[in-house]
């Protein structure tokens, strides 16, 4: 090891706790900015080259760095997306808080070669406001992440170059990643477009252009649809209503035979009135000051049933869907079933 090695080395020992106090700044910025950004990401990880590491670059490249503040990867963090383009949208944001060295940085994604998939991480040389050293940030997707390691260890591992046939179907695979890769955000990206359509017909109340699903049952409940019914039945006995979740409706929803939010629409409109008396029944000789805001679609649902004729049964089935299978459910809807007989519903 030369004098000049040596240097840099005693340099790098004396400097340890300034890059510990570095990585802690950098993991809490990056976390920090996330989080304030509403991204999930699959990791953040960071580390400090160990003696040994830095001793083996030294080693080959010693020559190149005129005093530790040159190495710019002593300290190296790296950030794991899902998504290909939420390594843009991080890097826009390392970008304001840190100082970049452009001259340093590399977007290997640009490089387009054949077997360069696992590699194709963004990085940037960066530096902290109050530091004299740099460091690395690595951004790459989960998927290069995975391949960068499997390849590494089937590839690397041994130290033995690996013959021509097995190479063939490594890159072969690389490319089924990439284009998995690609097309995992192409689907986000419809989906969230698909989503905001859906949303703008339902806002326009364009319910029969919308096809029933989790997600556009949820656009649907958005809008509050039972609201109005809700506060109908709450000023019977001027109660306070309680707001719970109303997906598990959906089921039911599907199946009565509703096919689009328009068919749930309709229902509600033909069966809100008589989901009133059966509230105004249930209600009337009670003293209760609290209901929940699924008493309007429940009733609807009530209604519903007993008129396309599924009886005390379909019933049970009802609450059996809403609240979970329980012996108990057969003495509500027989319950319910005889307060709606009495009514004529």
């Known amino acids: 090891m030369d004098l000049h090695t040596e240097m840099l080395l005693d340099e790098y020992r004396e400097a340890i706790p300034v890059f510990e106090r570095m990585q802690k700044e950098v993991l809490a ?55 290909t383009d939420d390594v843009d949208r991080i890097a826009a944001i390392a970008e304001q808080l840190f100082e970049i060295d452009w001259e340093n940085s590399v977007d290997k994604r640009m490089l387009h070669q054949l077997d360069s998939f696992g590699y194709n991480s963004l990085h940037y040389i960066c530096k902290l406001p109050g ?26 591992k041994s130290g033995v170059e690996i013959p021509r046939e097995y190479m063939r179907r490594i890159n072969r695979l690389s490319g089924l990643l990439e284009m998995a890769d690609d097309e995992f955000s192409r689907i986000r990206t419809e989906i969230t477009d698909y989503r905001r359509r859906v949303q703008q017909l339902v806002q326009n109340g364009k319910l029969d252009d919308v096809q029933l699903d989790g997600d556009t049952f949820n656009s649907y409940l958005q809008v509050r649809p039972f609201d109005s019914l809700n506060k109908r039945i709450a000023a019977i006995n001027q109660a306070e209503i309680q707001e719970v979740p109303l997906i598990r409706y959906l089921r039911v929803f599907k199946e009565l035979g509703c096919k689009t939010l328009g ?34 679609v429940q009733n609807i649902c009530i209604v519903c049933i007993l008129a396309i004729g599924a009886g005390k049964l379909g019933l049970v089935r009802f609450f059996d869907a809403i609240n979970g299978h329980n012996p108990q459910n057969e003495a509500i809807a027989e319950m319910t079933y005889e307060q709606a007989k009495n009514l004529q519903l």
């Open 29 to 83: 910025t990056l976390r920090d900015a996330l989080q304030r950004n509403g991204l999930i990401v699959t990791a953040i990880e960071s580390r400090i080259k160990t003696e040994e590491s830095l001793s083996g670059k030294l080693a080959l490249k010693g020559t190149k760095y005129a005093s530790l503040s040159d190495i710019t990867d002593i300290l190296g963090a790296r950030i794991v997306t899902f998504y």
């Open 131 to 156: 530091y004299d050293y740099r460091f690395e940030l690595q951004l790459r997707t989960t998927l290069q992440h995975a391949w960068a390691s499997i390849n590494h260890d089937i590839g690397y």
């Open 263 to 296: 068919d749930i629409e309709r229902l509600k409109q033909k069966h809100a009135e008589n989901a009133y008396r059966l509230a105004r029944h249930q209600l009337g000789n009670t003293d209760l000051d609290i209901i929940s805001s699924a008493v309007g």
